[in-house]
């Protein structure tokens, strides 16, 4: 696609729910990451995806958090037992692996909020 | 771990008056970018700086990046309502592997 897509846009789940979210990165951006990020706060990294493996995933907050991208294109951030403090926008971003200026292109977000 | 701070956390200005943001991180930088978030938005790229001292220009626009790779800024002169918006600088590391973000300044520009 054009952009880093995300989906959904909006999520209101109860406490104690299982959430999903999706990512489509840029076509051919071998890097994935997803941060997130709360209201007046700067992008909190979580995990970081290089091809089909997660290179880094030293930002996931506890176990409850997982993500996958097992084709190296789409990933999922899975979010079980969810808690309210777990409400804030999502946001996917993506980059080219290889030259390019090394910028990240961010989706648009999936804001998730917990009741 | 690393921790890339960033200040004023807001700054209101007047239309044509000029507005700066200040980065300091605690360790130094292989590179340091900066991406501006409009209201509702998501944030986008605008400058990446690699070399110690480098100062590049975008119009309006003038970024550095100081001697010891430690702290950067970005200066916008004569500002305009299509400033508005969140400003934020991101260390990364040399692999490209993390990009540490501030927490950003909320720039409002009052016609």
């Known amino acids: 696609g054009a952009g880093v897509s995300q989906t959904p846009s909006n999520k209101v789940t109860e406490k104690g729910k299982y959430v999903e979210l999706r990512c489509d990165p840029i076509s051919g951006h071998t890097a994935l990451y997803w941060y997130r990020q709360s209201l007046g706060q700067g992008p909190e990294f979580l995990i970081y995806f290089q091809g089909t493996g997660a290179a880094d995933d030293s930002g996931l907050p506890n176990d409850r958090f997982f993500a996958v991208r097992p084709e190296g294109s789409v990933s999922t951030l899975k979010i079980q037992r969810t808690e309210r403090g777990d409400s804030a926008v999502y946001l996917c971003?993506?980059?080219?692996?290889?030259?390019?200026?090394?910028?990240?292109?961010f989706g648009e977000g999936s804001r998730l909020t917990v009741l | 771990g690393q921790q890339v701070m960033q200040i004023p956390q807001y700054q209101h200005v007047q239309e044509g008056e000029d507005f700066t943001t200040y980065c300091n991180s605690s360790?130094?930088?292989?590179?340091i970018q900066w991406y501006k978030q409009r209201p509702g938005g998501h944030p986008v790229f605008l400058i990446q700086l690699v070399k110690s001292g480098e100062v590049k220009k975008q119009k309006r626009l003038t970024f550095q990046f100081g001697e010891a790779k430690k702290n950067s800024s970005l200066h916008i002169t004569a500002t305009q309502t299509t400033d508005v918006g969140t400003y934020f600088c991101?260390?990364?590391?040399?692999?490209?592997?993390?990009?540490?973000f501030g927490s950003g300044t909320k720039l409002n520009v009052k016609p």
């Open positions: 360790t130094t930088l292989s590179n």
């Open positions: 971003a993506s980059r080219q692996g290889t030259g390019g200026t090394g910028e990240l292109f």
């Open positions: 991101a260390g990364v590391s040399s692999n490209f592997n993390k990009f540490y």
